[in-house]
């Protein structure tokens, strides 16, 4: 009795056990996993396995969603324009851009099927904006217009004008100024814009494109004033001296100014060192000098002549600190050849020049002195002798870094309009090496200037403040350039007075000193022809 109620009593615990067991099974079956925070919640999950795979094994759905297509906009553009916009459209495609670009087919201006149209007007988002230039060969006497005048050729035309965008004119064609106003000035009244007009809805399409074809079609330029020889000793000597430093140049201070960059030929030694040379005339400006150049707006200073070692090495070397000080740039001289050969490099408005200066003039006929004596040497300060070679070989070497290579030659016979044979080798040695334009000083009067093998020669400027016997109709020279080289030249009379002081040419001394100066160039490029 005792053992069956023992053995009911172990059968009774077992079942018990089981039950607790099984309970237990289920619950931890039935406990739910927790969804990942991003997960949104709907419903209570179904029962998941006890055992989970790994998290870098989950499923990847075998279908993604696809990117809507970009909305095709169609754009319709004269055909000249084809080469400039097709690459830029192409760029777009392949880029992030939000729309898809097609040109309309056949570039017809008047295409239905266009979206968005260039047009040569300013009735929509502008992207280009030009100077229109009424323009006469360079030589042509003619110089200025009314705004009247201006207006009717525009409407009636002129049998020797033409009309075109700043940027097709060529250096040997000229832009008459209108009411005194020079296509680059601010408010120049003639323009040639360029605009692109959406359909609605197609703005942002226009937003998209329009800076980009801004960007491009911008061209930058720069303005270079050019001027003669500058013998600041004598009477101007004494005036600067005496405090007046704005004396020499105050009556044309607003040209040199206005331009980016202003450059001269200092005629003279400069400083308060040395001894003279024996040679004819030598010179030496005080060292203030070097002030007045700066307050003047002289950028860059040629040393590259028959007077800058008037006294001596040392002079040199020393007018060349002082003028370093003030911030002024030499070329064409150094303490040895290699800083002589060196260019000046500068940059303006996104533009990369280089400069450099030589000179290659005769032996004196009274006093038997022989500049190039004064070639600088491997070891000993001097100045850049023009031979042809070497100046093919500078402005080789500089090509790779600029954009334009400007020149300054001092070079010619004193008092002779034509050039002489070693400067116009010289100067043609510079265009054939790359260079863009040459600018000429040292005979004293104003020479012609040459449009040759896609460069510029002005072969002489004469002189420009100087107190001298001699010539008084001198020159300042204006020439805008951009990246292809030069665009523009423009000449403004000038007078040296008797206290070597330059003033601006009145009316008829104007018209004297042009007329001078173009029947020069046009002898120079009619022997070009023969």
């Not at 930058?220 to 704005?246: E, F, K, P």
């Not at 533009?351 to 004064?374: M, R």
Request: a negative charge; aromatic letters at 6%.
């Amino acid at each position: 009795m005792i053992r069956l109620s023992r053995l009911i009593f172990v059968l009774l615990v077992g079942f018990l056990l089981g039950c607790q067991t099984e309970q237990a099974n289920l619950t931890a079956v039935s406990t739910p996993i927790k969804p990942t925070p991003t997960a949104v919640e709907t419903a209570a999950p179904p029962p998941q396995p006890t055992t989970l795979p790994p998290a870098t094994s989950t499923a990847v759905p075998t279908s993604q969603p696809t990117t809507a297509p970009r909305p095709k906009v169609i754009l319709s553009i004269p055909p000249d324009w084809e080469p400039t916009i097709s690459p830029l459209i192409a760029q777009l495609n392949q880029s992030s851009a939000a729309w898809n670009w097609q040109l309309a087919p056949g570039g017809d201006a008047d295409n239905q099927t266009a979206n968005i149209t260039l047009s040569n007007d300013a009735n929509g988002v502008i992207v280009q904006r030009q100077p229109l230039a009424l323009a006469v060969p360079f030589t042509t006497q003619w110089e200025n217009m009314t705004l009247a005048q201006a207006q009717y050729i525009l409407s009636n035309r002129h049998n020797l004008i033409v009309v075109l965008p700043w940027d097709a004119l060529t250096p040997d064609w000229k832009a008459l100024r209108v009411d005194g106003r020079f296509p680059t000035d601010a408010d120049y009244p003639f323009h040639d814009s360029w605009s692109l007009a959406a359909e609605p809805g197609y703005e942002t399409a226009v937003s998209e494109l329009a800076p980009r074809l801004q960007a491009q079609l911008h061209e930058s330029s720069v303005r270079i004033t050019a001027v003669g020889d500058l013998m600041l000793a004598r009477g101007l000597g004494i005036v600067m001296q005496q405090g007046n430093l704005a004396y020499p140049f105050a009556n044309v201070s607003e040209l040199l100014t206005a331009a980016d960059l202003t450059i001269g030929n200092m005629e003279s030694a400069l400083g308060d060192i040395g001894q003279p040379e024996a040679k004819s005339y030598p010179f030496q400006a005080p060292p203030v000098a070097a002030q007045a150049l700066a307050q003047a707006g002289f950028d860059i200073i040629t040393l590259a002549n028959n007077h800058a070692m008037d006294y001596g090495p040392e002079a040199l070397l020393q007018g060349m600190a002082l003028l370093r000080d003030a911030g002024i740039a030499t070329i064409g001289a150094g303490a040895n050849a290699a800083e002589a050969h060196t260019a000046h490099l500068v940059e303006v408005n996104g533009i990369k020049i280089a400069f450099l200066g030589y000179v290659n003039v005769p032996i004196e006929a009274s006093a038997g002195f022989d500049t190039q004596s004064w070639t600088a040497t491997e070891t000993a300060p001097g100045l850049a002798w023009a031979k042809p070679d070497m100046i093919r070989a500078d402005v080789t070497a500089v090509d790779q870094q600029t954009d334009l290579t400007i020149v300054v030659l001092h070079s010619g016979l004193e008092y002779v309009a034509e050039p002489s044979e070693p400067q116009t080798a010289a100067a043609q040695a510079a265009i054939d090496a790359g260079a863009d334009l040459v600018i000429g000083h040292h005979a004293h009067i104003l020479q012609g200037i040459q449009f040759y093998n896609g460069g510029v020669i002005v072969y002489g400027l004469g002189n420009f403040a100087f107190q001298i016997t001699g010539d008084p109709e001198t020159a300042v020279l204006n020439i805008w350039l951009d990246k292809n080289g030069v665009r523009q030249l423009e000449l403004i009379p000038a007078i040296i007075q008797t206290s070597g002081q330059p003033r601006l040419a009145e009316p008829e001394e104007s018209k004297t000193i042009l007329q001078n100066v173009y029947f020069l160039t046009t002898l120079l490029n009619a022997q070009k022809g023969e």
